[in-house]
């Protein structure tokens, strides 16, 4: 049922206050660089009490996946609140509580194809920050093609024995856990998979970082050697694991296409006012980015209101993922403009260890990522312009 325009205004007043209470001032601070971010775990690490806290009251409160049912650990907000609570983090520039690919990318799954042992079970602990996860899809030589991944789990009666290697898998080294796409039968390429969890403790699973060019390694190789998986960690019918990571690359290219799209990168234009003012083209460069910016957040706005109500396009996921990837790569861009040569700067303390070029090299691989700009405009042309031969 709908709620009254006044029931929903009462909420807003009531949210603003509770946040404004709540929200330690050093958590509406801009984002600076990646320990800003409070990414939870079985052994987290907090950057501050501040960071700290901030998740322990909106975990508490259901509010790090507000949108959830309260039975997962969710605030159970309707559509209307959800946005109004983040209209109102928006404005007093609250950050992110928890960053979570168990959020982004698992937990949506889960709400659609998990037991509900397996919700009640997983879904508290993400909702709670308690579980890092990391994702295991690309493998050497499946990318683009997922579909021919030889990841295989043989068939032992009450478990699997996994063996098989992963490549760009985010913050393996970090991660507890891994949702992972699985061979599991040899003679379907499509219906042959299957979508487990497991330990990244568990024996035999090991990682390796991949260095990048901006000197950091947020991607890492994974082996599994032997590794014994449960059968009851299987999400979604067996060799049907492709419905599930088909569902969960949607929420996975939305993510992505989020990417630095904070309240910051709303306000480029004002952050180097002084220093683009005696330069014209600079600052009509940043006015014009901040228009697209509220462009896009106007076209993600829409399509998460058409997909709450059933009626959004399969192909929309795409559109976000590459708008919102050329838009995180402008942003960094411009802000390398405005610094000019102090953003070259690598590894003074003054300039927080080379953040401003590490972040615009690491934007790179945004084009990459979750499917490259090339893949996803080639699914805009056929499946959403219609064009013929695309």
Known sequence: MAQTLEALEMFRAETRSWLEANCPAEMREPVRDETDACWGGRNPIFKSPAQKQWMEAMAAK???????????????LSPEQTKILRQEMAALRCRLPLSSFGIWMLGPALLKFGTEDQKVHYLNQIAK???RWCQGYSEPGSGSDLVSLATYGEDKGDHWVVNGQ??????????????CL????????????SFLLFDMATPGVTTKPILLISGNSPFCETFFDNVTVPKDQIVGALNRGWDVAKYLLGHEREMISGGGLGTDMMSIGAQFKDIAADEPVLRADMANFDVEVMAFRAMSEKFVDEIKAGKSHPAQPNMMKYVGTELNKRRSELIMAARGSDALEWESEASGGGGTARTWLRTKAN?????TSEVMLGVIAKRILELPGA
């Open 62 to 76: 259901g509010w790090t996946v507000p949108d959830w049912p309260t039975e997962y650990g969710g605030g159970g």
């Open 367 to 371: 084009s990459i990522e979750g499917g």
């Open 182 to 193: 699985v061979r599991t039968d040899k003679n379907d390429k499509y219906k042959g998979i």
């Open 129 to 131: 920050g308690e579980i």
């Open 166 to 179: 992963k490549i760009w898998t985010s913050y393996a080294d970090k991660a507890d856990w891994i949702f």
